[in-house]
């Protein structure tokens, strides 16, 4: 079973930055992306940032120019960095990793992370 372990996060001012990682217990098969989700309390988490295994990203509308996602495939970990962090950035983050492997698709998730920007 894969554990995907997150670090980072914590209370900053608006305008800061903070760097999130997630590191993966071991390699996971079949992998194609890796993730960071938000959500905030009400809603569904929401896609912030992805990165393939071949680096093909994407992000959200609202953090484009902001936050940067890359991945090390040695070490099995990704990382969001958020610079010119807004208040309504605030919220939990979650990574994630899937797996596609000999006819099985499994969504692993991180333990979530809080994330809170003060105005």
């Known amino acids: 079973q894969v554990q995907l372990v997150q670090s980072g996060g914590g209370l900053v001012q608006a305008g800061g930055s903070l760097r999130l990682s997630c590191a993966a217990s071991?390699?996971?098969?079949?992998?194609?992306?890796m993730a960071w989700y938000r959500q905030t309390p009400g809603n569904l988490r929401e896609l912030v940032a992805s990165?393939?295994?071949?680096?093909?990203?994407d992000f959200a509308e609202s953090v484009k120019g902001r936050f940067t996602i890359s991945r090390d495939n040695v070490k099995n970990t990704v990382y969001l960095q958020m610079n010119s962090l807004k208040p309504e950035d605030t919220g939990v983050y979650y990574c994630?990793?899937?797996?596609?492997?000999?006819?099985?698709?499994?969504?692993?998730w991180g333990q979530g992370t809080q994330v809170t920007v003060s105005s």
């Open positions: 990165v393939t295994v071949d680096g093909n990203i």
């Open positions: 994630n990793a899937d797996s596609s492997y000999r006819g099985s698709y499994v969504l692993y």
């Open positions: 071991r390699s996971i098969l079949g992998n194609r992306a």
